[in-house]
């Protein structure tokens, strides 16, 4: 396995989005959170209360953030103002790298407020790794391309999803931050082996993992985040781990958002698949799939 040049923790562990129904809990209760990822536009103001929050936040714990509005796949350049904040704020936090959603969701300075999945064509491939270059230079810190999850496809792709998302990060230089989850629910909604996808990831990229609940439907699946982990994506979680070793996770629950204890004890089952496996029966057991 490769050394993880993305990987700027001293430590691995487990993390879970920062949400302020738990600020209170955080605050009194201290808890042994590794640490926290952060949705990076919910903090890039001039001051207030977000900002007060974070500072006694940041005195404690380790915090990642995470952005829902870079859309490196959009045709326009990026923002020269919105780049100019989340500089300050990763200044800020001095978070060890950035990572944002390879999507698109703007145009001609309109913005959908969607994760739009992208034509897997060689076209995109290097508009998008032009703009995650360009957004990475201007910070000055590692960037980690999110893959998402999609309901619908385009008839001109020219190759598979993370065939698309390998070739983006080897020409833009940058991570990944697998989302396991969203893997499960496009390989549901497109009908592929999330096995496969998993197995091409370029190990060595993957700076993050996420994992986190989604809904079922009867014709689709919904990334919603608001259910525990199913079985199924926990077996993928283990067989990128395997792949990966150990990596910072987080688990997302973005809505319905249970107590603080609810949270982090489902993040915490991350925990038994992140200790170092000394035997192939241990691989096996964890990942459950054939070695």
Not at 101 to 107: E, M, N, R, Y
Request: hydrophobic share 40%.
């Amino acid at each position: 396995m490769a050394a993880n040049r993305f990987n700027a923790f001293q430590t691995h562990g487990v993390g879970i989005g920062l949400r302020i129904p738990h600020y209170d809990h955080i605050f009194s209760h201290k808890p042994a959170v590794d640490w926290f990822e952060i949705i990076s536009e919910n903090y890039m103001v001039d001051g207030g209360r977000p900002l007060r929050m974070l500072d006694r936040i940041m005195d404690q714990y380790k915090v990642v953030q995470h952005g829902v509005s870079m859309y490196f796949g959009s045709s326009q350049a990026p923002d020269r103002e919105h780049l100019r904040r989340l500089k300050t704020l990763v200044r800020r936090t001095r978070t060890p790298w950035l990572s944002d959603h390879l999507c698109w969701g703007s145009i001609d300075g309109t913005y959908s407020h969607d994760l739009l999945p992208l034509p897997y064509t060689w076209e995109a491939v290097e508009k998008t790794a032009a703009r995650i270059r360009l957004v990475q230079d201007f910070l000055e810190i590692p960037v980690a391309v999110e893959n998402v999850s999609s309901y619908a496809a385009f008839t001109d792709s020219q190759m598979t999803e993370w065939e698309f998302l390998n070739e983006v990060v080897e020409r833009a230089d940058c991570g990944i931050l697998l989302d396991v989850n969203n893997i499960y629910v496009s390989s549901v909604n497109h009908d592929f082996d999330p096995i496969d996808y998993v197995n091409a990831i370029p190990a060595e990229r993957v700076a993050q993992i996420h994992i986190a609940g989604h809904t079922r439907y009867e014709k689709y699946i919904l990334d919603t985040h608001d259910h525990p982990v199913i079985e199924p994506v926990w077996q993928l979680y283990a067989r990128a781990i395997e792949r990966c070793g150990p990596t910072p996770t987080l688990l997302e629950w973005d809505d319905l958002i249970p107590t603080f204890d609810e949270v982090w004890a489902e993040a915490r089952k991350a925990e038994r698949y992140l200790k170092p496996l000394e035997t192939p029966a241990e691989h096996q057991l964890l990942a459950g799939v054939a070695l």
